[in-house]
């Protein structure tokens, strides 16, 4: 195996290495997001299939999801038709699908990464209750921004490994071409 071969290889194997840290960071830090999301579903929904009311439930304060980074609630009929929210865009409610309310329904809730304008991401969750669902948001702006940071973070990593990598093999050529 030639040093040239030897350095390709270690260059593989760091890539590999770094992008499963990325990978792997970057899948924390997405799924974190929906942890507030998840409790607020869920407890929602409990308080929704007993007396509670949707409306008893929402705050007169309502939540532009494209500037807060603020949890909002949007509560729904069985077909989607909202019967109370506290986030909004553009000044009004936007349409969550069915087929995202649906999917909560076979496995008692449904985690989704929303688009409902371009340049919007919310980590939305979604929980099925006897008569609608219950869908609780939260901007992904931070989340991307650290998962940004991450990015350069491992990519400034892996360049500095492939220097050292690069001058380590530069070195011991230059030792077997002097003992030559």
């Known amino acids: 195996m030639t040093l040239r071969n030897v350095f390709l290889f270690s260059v593989v194997i760091c890539?590999?290495?770094f992008g499963t840290i990325y990978a792997v960071g970057q899948r924390i830090l997405r799924q974190d997001a929906?942890?507030?999301?998840?409790?607020?579903?869920?407890?929602?929904?409990?308080?929704?299939?007993?007396?509670?009311r949707p409306s008893d439930l929402a705050s007169s304060t309502k939540i532009d999801m494209a500037k807060s980074l603020a949890p909002f609630l949007i509560v729904t009929d069985t077909k989607g038709v909202v019967l109370t929210a506290t986030g909004q865009l553009d000044n009004q409610i936007p349409t969550i699908s069915q087929?995202?309310?649906d999917a909560s329904k076979k496995t008692g809730q449904n985690r989704v990464t929303w688009e409902p304008k371009k340049g919007?991401?919310?980590?939305?969750?979604?929980a099925p209750y006897p008569n609608g669902f219950v869908a609780v948001g939260r901007s992904l702006r931070e989340v991307e921004l650290?998962?940004?940071?991450?990015?350069?973070?491992?990519?400034?990593?892996?360049?500095?490994?492939?220097v050292v990598l690069l001058l380590g093999t530069w070195k011991m050529k230059n030792q077997i071409n002097n003992q030559a």
Do not use: C, Y
Request: hydrophobic residues 60%.
């Open 15 to 17: 890539t590999i290495l």
């Open 99 to 101: 087929g995202v309310l």
């Open 34 to 52: 929906n942890d507030p999301q998840i409790q607020l579903a869920q407890d929602i929904a409990n308080l929704l299939s007993g007396n509670a």
């Open 146 to 162: 650290r998962e940004t940071m991450l990015f350069r973070i491992v990519a400034i990593a892996w360049l500095i490994s492939v």
């Open 120 to 126: 919007v991401r919310i980590a939305l969750v979604v």
